[in-house]
C-alpha cells in the first residue's frame, strides 16, 4: 500500500468562519485573519492490483481518503488559541479539555471576475469537521505569533459516497 498526498493551496482567503453543525453561515463566527492562506491536504491511500500474468503490479486503487484543512490563524485570540489546543476557557479562566466536537467550516476567497467585470466571492464549505488538537505557536515573518488551526474532514468521499463533503460557491457582490 502507499499514500499519496496532495496539497491545494487556497489563497486569496477573506475569511474563515466555524460554526456548529446546526450553525448557517450568516451565524457562524470568524476566526479572524489568516497567515498564508488555507491548505486542503488529501491523502489518498492505494494499493497495487497484481495478476499472476504480470510480475509487476497492472494498477493501483484507491482503497481510502482522508482530507485535512490546515488555517494558519494570525489573530491568537483566546478563543482561537483554545480551538487549536482542543481545549475550552470559560469566562474565569478555566481551562478544560474539550471532547471530539464536530464543526462546520466556511472559507471566503477572491473568486472569479464576472461579465460585468466584479469581483465574486467564492465559499467553500465543508458540512462535517473535527479539529486536531495541535500545540505548536510560530513566529511568522514579521514577529507576530501564529498558530495553525488542523481539521480533519469528516464524510471523505469514498467509492462515490459521501461526494458532498465540501461544496464550492460562486456569488456575485451585494
Not at 475569511?15 to 488529501?42: M, R, W
Not at 505569533?145 to 481539521?151: D, I, K, R, S, Y
Request: aromatic fraction near 4%; proline fraction near 4%; glycine fraction near 6%.
Amino acid at each position: 500500500m502507499s499514500v499519496e498526498c496532495k496539497n491545494t493551496i487556497i489563497s486569496g482567503v477573506t475569511d474563515v468562519l466555524v460554526g456548529d453543525l446546526s450553525a448557517t453561515e450568516q451565524t457562524a463566527t470568524s476566526l479572524g485573519a489568516t497567515n498564508g492562506g488555507v491548505t486542503l491536504t488529501a491523502a489518498v491511500e492505494k494499493t497495487d492490483v497484481v495478476v499472476d500474468q504480470s510480475l509487476l503490479p497492472i494498477r493501483k486503487i484507491a482503497t481510502s481518503a482522508g482530507y485535512t484543512l490546515s488555517i494558519p490563524l494570525a489573530e491568537i485570540t483566546k478563543d482561537n488559541l483554545a480551538k487549536v489546543l482542543g481545549l475550552v476557557i470559560d469566562n474565569n479562566n478555566k481551562v478544560t479539555i474539550v471532547p471530539e466536537e464536530y464543526h462546520q467550516v466556511w472559507i471566503k476567497t477572491k473568486g472569479i471576475v464576472n461579465a460585468s467585470g466584479k469581483q465574486q466571492i467564492r465559499t467553500f464549505h465543508f458540512p462535517k469537521v473535527a479539529f486536531i488538537p495541535n500545540g505548536e505557536l510560530n513566529m511568522s515573518r514579521t514577529d507576530q505569533q501564529t498558530v495553525t488551526l488542523e481539521a480533519a474532514v469528516v464524510n471523505c468521499p469514498t467509492n462515490g459516497v459521501n461526494t458532498e463533503f465540501m461544496s464550492v460557491t460562486d456569488e456575485d457582490p451585494e
